[in-house]
């Protein structure tokens, strides 16, 4: 089954925005790290909506904690620094897709040691930096579950 993971997030809504993705698409989520707020905070709560109770939900310190809790996972690095798109990624079922914080992204040292399993999404244009969070978790995780079937009704 695809994970998403998001290290250390600090934008409420963003997370909330991730979380009813995940509720919809039944999706476990992984909050590793500190986040920049509480989980009980409104604004996370109201980009929820209704759906926490639908939201598979687990905390974990550290990306090593995330990793003994995955160990068959492969981990899938989102950067804006990768040269590979993540339209030429071949995904698995068991895949973790791990995104960074909204304002520094992933650990550079975390993106050189996995180098080959981190991919980007295009940008066209090169006076945009980065997409929103949210809108990234949502890119990738239709795409990962478009190519592992999870759409066949």
């Known amino acids: 089954m695809i994970s ?10 963003n997370t909330g925005n991730v979380a009813r993705l995940c509720a919809a698409t039944r999706t476990p989520l992984h909050i590793v790290g500190v986040t920049g707020f509480r989980l009980d905070d409104r604004a996370v709560r109201r980009a929820g909506l209704d759906y926490w109770p639908e939201v598979t939900l687990r905390r974990h310190r550290d990306l090593d904690a995330l ?4 160990p068959g996972a492969r981990f899938v690095y989102l950067t804006t620094k990768a040269e590979l798109s993540y339209t030429e990624w071949t995904f698995d079922a068991g895949d973790c897709l791990v995104f960074g914080r909204e304002t520094r992204g992933l650990p550079e040292e975390l993106l050189r040691a996995n ?14 930096r980065s997409l929103n969070l949210a809108t990234s978790v949502g890119i990738v995780l239709y795409e990962a579950l478009r190519q592992t079937g999870a759409f066949k009704f």
């Open 67 to 70: 990793r003994a809790e995955l």
């Open 4 to 13: 998403v993971a998001l290290v250390e997030p600090e934008i409420p809504p």
């Open 115 to 128: 180098w080959e399993q981190c991919v980007t999404i295009p940008i066209l244009n090169p006076k945009v």
